[in-house]
Protein backbone atom coordinates (compact mmCIF):
# COMPACT_ATOMS: atom_id res chain seq x y z
CA UNK A 1 0.00 0.00 0.00
CA UNK A 2 1.22 3.39 -0.76
CA UNK A 3 2.06 5.84 1.85
CA UNK A 4 0.16 9.27 1.81
CA UNK A 5 2.86 11.17 0.85
CA UNK A 6 4.02 8.89 -1.98
CA UNK A 7 0.21 9.77 -3.48
CA UNK A 8 0.27 13.40 -2.57
CA UNK A 9 4.32 13.51 -4.56
CA UNK A 10 2.67 11.29 -7.58
CA UNK A 11 -0.53 13.42 -7.46
CA UNK A 12 1.77 16.62 -7.99
CA UNK A 13 3.92 15.78 -10.56
CA UNK A 14 0.72 14.42 -13.01
CA UNK A 15 -0.74 17.89 -12.33
CA UNK A 16 2.69 19.37 -13.60
CA UNK A 17 3.16 17.37 -16.34
CA UNK A 18 -0.85 17.70 -17.45
CA UNK A 19 -0.74 21.57 -16.80
CA UNK A 20 2.42 21.77 -19.84
CA UNK A 21 0.15 21.61 -22.84
CA UNK A 22 -2.01 24.20 -21.45
CA UNK A 23 0.62 26.52 -21.04
CA UNK A 24 2.22 25.94 -24.43
CA UNK A 25 -1.29 26.27 -25.52
CA UNK A 26 -1.87 29.52 -23.96
CA UNK A 27 1.05 31.28 -25.09
CA UNK A 28 0.05 30.43 -28.42
CA UNK A 29 -3.41 31.81 -27.93
CA UNK A 30 -2.15 35.23 -26.79
CA UNK A 31 -0.60 35.07 -29.84
CA UNK A 32 -2.86 37.93 -31.20
CA UNK A 33 -0.85 38.54 -34.50
CA UNK A 34 -2.35 35.00 -35.13
CA UNK A 35 -5.05 35.51 -37.35
CA UNK A 36 -8.40 33.20 -38.96
CA UNK A 37 -7.84 29.91 -38.85
CA UNK A 38 -4.84 29.94 -37.03
CA UNK A 39 -6.20 31.67 -34.07
CA UNK A 40 -9.70 29.13 -34.22
CA UNK A 41 -7.24 26.47 -34.40
CA UNK A 42 -5.15 27.82 -31.30
CA UNK A 43 -9.11 28.42 -29.18
CA UNK A 44 -9.38 25.04 -30.03
CA UNK A 45 -6.55 23.42 -28.75
CA UNK A 46 -6.52 25.78 -25.96
CA UNK A 47 -9.81 24.49 -25.33
CA UNK A 48 -8.66 20.82 -25.50
CA UNK A 49 -5.64 21.75 -23.37
CA UNK A 50 -7.74 23.10 -20.63
CA UNK A 51 -10.56 20.47 -20.54
CA UNK A 52 -6.87 17.56 -20.21
CA UNK A 53 -5.47 19.90 -17.47
CA UNK A 54 -8.89 18.80 -15.36
CA UNK A 55 -8.19 15.73 -13.19
CA UNK A 56 -10.85 13.49 -14.31
CA UNK A 57 -13.25 12.41 -11.20
CA UNK A 58 -15.02 9.19 -10.56
CA UNK A 59 -17.34 9.40 -7.02
CA UNK A 60 -19.00 6.17 -5.77
CA UNK A 61 -22.18 6.86 -3.98
CA UNK A 62 -22.90 3.75 -2.41
CA UNK A 63 -25.90 5.37 -0.11
CA UNK A 64 -27.30 3.09 2.37
CA UNK A 65 -26.14 0.20 1.19
CA UNK A 66 -23.71 -2.83 1.99
CA UNK A 67 -22.65 -4.39 5.41
CA UNK A 68 -19.15 -5.41 6.20
CA UNK A 69 -18.88 -8.30 4.18
CA UNK A 70 -20.04 -6.55 1.09
CA UNK A 71 -18.04 -3.36 1.14
CA UNK A 72 -15.16 -5.54 2.22
CA UNK A 73 -15.29 -7.54 -1.17
CA UNK A 74 -15.88 -4.58 -2.89
CA UNK A 75 -12.56 -2.67 -1.22
CA UNK A 76 -11.11 -5.43 -1.92
CA UNK A 77 -11.67 -5.60 -5.67
CA UNK A 78 -10.54 -1.97 -6.34
CA UNK A 79 -7.23 -2.20 -3.69
CA UNK A 80 -6.20 -4.89 -6.39
CA UNK A 81 -7.79 -3.55 -9.77
CA UNK A 82 -5.60 -1.57 -12.58
CA UNK A 83 -6.99 2.04 -12.00
CA UNK A 84 -6.34 4.57 -14.15
CA UNK A 85 -3.43 6.67 -12.56
CA UNK A 86 -4.74 9.96 -14.34
CA UNK A 87 -8.55 9.40 -12.72
CA UNK A 88 -8.97 10.82 -8.63
CA UNK A 89 -11.23 7.89 -6.95
CA UNK A 90 -13.57 8.73 -4.13
CA UNK A 91 -16.25 6.11 -2.77
CA UNK A 92 -18.84 7.62 -0.55
CA UNK A 93 -19.66 5.24 2.28
CA UNK A 94 -22.51 5.21 4.59
CA UNK A 95 -21.51 6.97 8.19
CA UNK A 96 -21.54 4.09 10.21
CA UNK A 97 -18.56 2.45 7.91
CA UNK A 98 -16.33 5.30 7.09
CA UNK A 99 -13.76 4.69 9.29
CA UNK A 100 -14.01 0.92 8.03
CA UNK A 101 -13.86 2.08 4.54
CA UNK A 102 -10.94 4.82 5.31
CA UNK A 103 -9.16 1.94 7.21
CA UNK A 104 -9.17 -0.89 4.51
CA UNK A 105 -8.99 1.22 1.53
CA UNK A 106 -6.11 1.65 -0.60
CA UNK A 107 -4.45 5.31 0.07
CA UNK A 108 -4.67 6.45 -3.84
CA UNK A 109 -8.35 6.11 -3.24
CA UNK A 110 -10.54 8.48 -1.37
CA UNK A 111 -13.34 8.25 0.70
CA UNK A 112 -16.49 10.64 1.25
CA UNK A 113 -19.31 10.85 3.72
CA UNK A 114 -22.57 11.77 2.30
CA UNK A 115 -23.72 14.05 4.32
CA UNK A 116 -23.10 16.33 6.75
CA UNK A 117 -24.67 19.29 9.51
CA UNK A 118 -23.59 22.60 8.90
CA UNK A 119 -22.10 23.43 12.75
CA UNK A 120 -18.94 21.41 14.73
CA UNK A 121 -20.82 19.77 16.93
CA UNK A 122 -23.41 20.20 19.53
CA UNK A 123 -26.90 18.83 20.28
CA UNK A 124 -28.22 17.62 17.11
CA UNK A 125 -29.13 14.17 17.27
CA UNK A 126 -28.15 12.10 14.33
CA UNK A 127 -25.83 14.14 12.73
CA UNK A 128 -22.57 13.81 11.97
CA UNK A 129 -19.91 17.00 11.59
CA UNK A 130 -16.87 17.71 9.22
CA UNK A 131 -15.02 17.48 12.17
CA UNK A 132 -16.04 14.31 13.13
CA UNK A 133 -15.48 12.87 9.39
CA UNK A 134 -12.19 14.51 9.39
CA UNK A 135 -11.11 13.03 12.89
CA UNK A 136 -12.04 9.56 10.83
CA UNK A 137 -9.51 10.52 8.18
CA UNK A 138 -11.80 11.05 5.58
CA UNK A 139 -11.04 14.19 3.14
CA UNK A 140 -14.47 14.45 1.26
CA UNK A 141 -18.50 15.00 1.41
CA UNK A 142 -21.52 14.85 -0.50
CA UNK A 143 -23.67 17.31 -0.20
CA UNK A 144 -27.28 18.50 -2.11
CA UNK A 145 -27.78 15.10 -3.18
CA UNK A 146 -30.75 14.83 -4.75
CA UNK A 147 -32.10 12.31 -2.28
CA UNK A 148 -31.02 14.92 0.38
CA UNK A 149 -33.16 17.15 -1.33
CA UNK A 150 -36.49 15.52 -2.00
CA UNK A 151 -36.75 12.88 0.75
CA UNK A 152 -35.40 14.80 3.91
CA UNK A 153 -36.60 17.75 2.49
CA UNK A 154 -33.31 20.23 2.60
CA UNK A 155 -33.28 23.65 1.15
CA UNK A 156 -30.84 25.41 -1.09
CA UNK A 157 -30.20 27.26 2.11
CA UNK A 158 -29.44 24.31 4.28
CA UNK A 159 -27.03 23.23 1.87
CA UNK A 160 -25.60 26.41 1.05
CA UNK A 161 -24.85 26.42 4.72
CA UNK A 162 -23.41 22.83 4.86
CA UNK A 163 -20.78 23.49 1.60
CA UNK A 164 -19.45 26.81 3.55
CA UNK A 165 -19.27 25.10 7.01
CA UNK A 166 -17.32 21.40 5.42
CA UNK A 167 -15.17 23.67 3.55
CA UNK A 168 -14.50 25.69 6.03
CA UNK A 169 -13.14 22.77 8.06
CA UNK A 170 -11.03 21.82 5.08
CA UNK A 171 -13.63 18.86 3.60
CA UNK A 172 -13.21 18.74 -0.17
CA UNK A 173 -17.17 19.08 -1.26
CA UNK A 174 -18.95 17.25 -4.07
CA UNK A 175 -21.91 19.49 -4.38
CA UNK A 176 -25.08 18.19 -6.52
CA UNK A 177 -27.23 19.65 -8.57
CA UNK A 178 -30.09 18.99 -10.85
CA UNK A 179 -33.57 19.26 -11.94
CA UNK A 180 -36.76 17.00 -11.92
CA UNK A 181 -38.57 15.62 -14.69
CA UNK A 182 -41.49 17.35 -14.06
CA UNK A 183 -38.80 20.54 -14.73
CA UNK A 184 -37.22 19.53 -17.54
CA UNK A 185 -40.16 19.06 -19.28
CA UNK A 186 -41.42 22.98 -18.53
CA UNK A 187 -38.24 23.85 -19.86
CA UNK A 188 -36.91 24.81 -16.22
CA UNK A 189 -33.47 22.84 -16.35
CA UNK A 190 -31.24 26.09 -16.69
CA UNK A 191 -33.50 27.99 -14.53
CA UNK A 192 -33.34 25.38 -11.73
CA UNK A 193 -29.73 24.51 -11.81
CA UNK A 194 -28.39 28.00 -11.71
CA UNK A 195 -30.43 28.89 -8.63
CA UNK A 196 -29.08 25.77 -7.14
CA UNK A 197 -25.46 26.40 -8.35
CA UNK A 198 -26.30 30.31 -6.78
CA UNK A 199 -26.97 29.05 -3.31
CA UNK A 200 -23.76 26.75 -3.14
CA UNK A 201 -21.70 29.29 -5.14
CA UNK A 202 -22.72 32.32 -2.79
CA UNK A 203 -20.59 30.01 0.41
CA UNK A 204 -17.99 28.94 -1.29
CA UNK A 205 -14.53 31.02 -1.16
CA UNK A 206 -11.78 28.41 -2.42
CA UNK A 207 -13.27 26.36 -5.33
CA UNK A 208 -10.64 24.12 -5.83
CA UNK A 209 -11.99 21.80 -2.76
CA UNK A 210 -15.29 21.57 -4.96
CA UNK A 211 -16.60 19.46 -7.32
CA UNK A 212 -20.19 19.89 -8.73
CA UNK A 213 -22.35 16.82 -9.31
CA UNK A 214 -24.64 17.39 -11.91
CA UNK A 215 -27.03 15.21 -11.47
CA UNK A 216 -30.76 14.92 -13.97
CA UNK A 217 -32.92 13.84 -10.94
CA UNK A 218 -35.21 11.76 -13.76
CA UNK A 219 -31.71 9.95 -14.65
CA UNK A 220 -30.72 8.87 -10.98
CA UNK A 221 -31.44 5.25 -9.83
CA UNK A 222 -33.97 4.97 -13.00
CA UNK A 223 -31.80 3.23 -15.91
CA UNK A 224 -32.89 6.70 -18.01
CA UNK A 225 -29.53 7.86 -18.40
CA UNK A 226 -28.91 11.31 -19.91
CA UNK A 227 -27.21 11.43 -23.38
CA UNK A 228 -24.09 12.53 -23.92
CA UNK A 229 -25.48 15.46 -25.64
CA UNK A 230 -27.68 16.33 -22.57
CA UNK A 231 -25.17 15.95 -20.43
CA UNK A 232 -23.13 18.15 -22.17
CA UNK A 233 -25.21 20.57 -23.24
CA UNK A 234 -25.79 21.27 -19.65
CA UNK A 235 -22.31 21.32 -18.24
CA UNK A 236 -21.59 23.64 -20.75
CA UNK A 237 -24.44 25.99 -19.78
CA UNK A 238 -23.34 25.75 -16.11
CA UNK A 239 -19.41 26.03 -16.85
CA UNK A 240 -20.77 29.33 -18.83
CA UNK A 241 -22.76 30.31 -15.67
CA UNK A 242 -19.92 29.99 -13.22
CA UNK A 243 -17.76 31.93 -15.85
CA UNK A 244 -20.20 34.79 -15.64
CA UNK A 245 -21.17 34.58 -12.13
CA UNK A 246 -17.79 33.49 -10.59
CA UNK A 247 -14.46 33.83 -12.59
CA UNK A 248 -12.89 32.85 -15.30
CA UNK A 249 -10.31 31.04 -13.61
CA UNK A 250 -12.67 28.61 -11.94
CA UNK A 251 -14.96 28.19 -14.85
CA UNK A 252 -11.82 26.20 -16.35
CA UNK A 253 -10.83 24.77 -13.69
CA UNK A 254 -14.09 23.08 -11.43
CA UNK A 255 -14.70 19.93 -12.07
CA UNK A 256 -18.21 19.31 -13.65
CA UNK A 257 -19.30 15.78 -13.12
CA UNK A 258 -22.14 13.91 -14.38
CA UNK A 259 -24.34 11.43 -12.14
CA UNK A 260 -27.69 9.63 -13.30
CA UNK A 261 -27.67 5.99 -14.34
CA UNK A 262 -24.02 5.63 -15.00
CA UNK A 263 -22.55 2.15 -16.13
CA UNK A 264 -19.64 0.49 -17.79
CA UNK A 265 -21.33 0.51 -21.09
CA UNK A 266 -22.48 4.10 -21.24
CA UNK A 267 -19.40 5.43 -19.18
CA UNK A 268 -16.71 5.87 -21.75
CA UNK A 269 -19.29 7.82 -24.37
CA UNK A 270 -20.54 10.34 -21.39
CA UNK A 271 -16.94 10.85 -20.45
CA UNK A 272 -15.62 12.04 -23.36
CA UNK A 273 -18.00 15.00 -23.90
CA UNK A 274 -15.71 18.07 -23.45
CA UNK A 275 -17.13 19.32 -20.32
CA UNK A 276 -17.62 16.06 -18.30
CA UNK A 277 -15.01 15.50 -15.85
CA UNK A 278 -16.10 12.24 -14.35
CA UNK A 279 -18.86 10.69 -12.90
CA UNK A 280 -21.31 10.16 -9.59
CA UNK A 281 -22.19 6.82 -9.67
CA UNK A 282 -24.62 4.82 -7.40
CA UNK A 283 -25.84 1.36 -8.16
CA UNK A 284 -23.15 0.51 -10.64
CA UNK A 285 -20.25 1.96 -8.06
CA UNK A 286 -21.61 -1.35 -5.59
CA UNK A 287 -20.71 -3.79 -8.54
CA UNK A 288 -16.91 -4.60 -9.96
CA UNK A 289 -17.93 -2.40 -13.24
CA UNK A 290 -17.21 0.49 -11.06
CA UNK A 291 -13.51 -0.37 -12.16
CA UNK A 292 -14.36 0.28 -15.70
CA UNK A 293 -16.23 3.40 -14.92
CA UNK A 294 -13.07 4.69 -13.44
CA UNK A 295 -11.25 3.74 -16.59
CA UNK A 296 -13.57 5.07 -18.58
CA UNK A 297 -10.85 7.41 -20.14
CA UNK A 298 -7.63 5.37 -19.86
P1 LIG B 1 -27.32 5.97 -9.90
O1 LIG B 1 -27.16 7.05 -8.71
O2 LIG B 1 -25.98 5.83 -10.55
O3 LIG B 1 -27.76 4.71 -9.20
O4 LIG B 1 -28.34 6.49 -10.83
C1 LIG B 1 -26.39 8.20 -8.89
C2 LIG B 1 -26.41 9.04 -7.62
O5 LIG B 1 -27.45 9.07 -6.94
O6 LIG B 1 -25.42 9.69 -7.27
Same mark, same amino acid.
Given at each position: MRSDNQSQRRRRARTRRRKRPLLFAHCLYEE *? *????PCRRFSAIIYRLAIMSSRTFFVGGNWKMNGDKKSLGDLITTLNTASLHDETEVVCGAPTVYLDFARSNLDARIGVAAQNCYKVAKGAFTGEISPAMIKDCGVEWVILGHSERR *????? %?DELIGQKVAHALESDLGVIACIGEKLEEREAGTTEEVVYAQTQAIADN???? %??VVLAYEPVWAIGTGKTASPEQAQEVHEKLREWIRANVSEAVADSVRIIYGGSVTGANCKELGSQNDVDGFLVGGASLKPEFVDIINARA
Open positions: *H *HLLG *HVFGE %SVKDW %SK
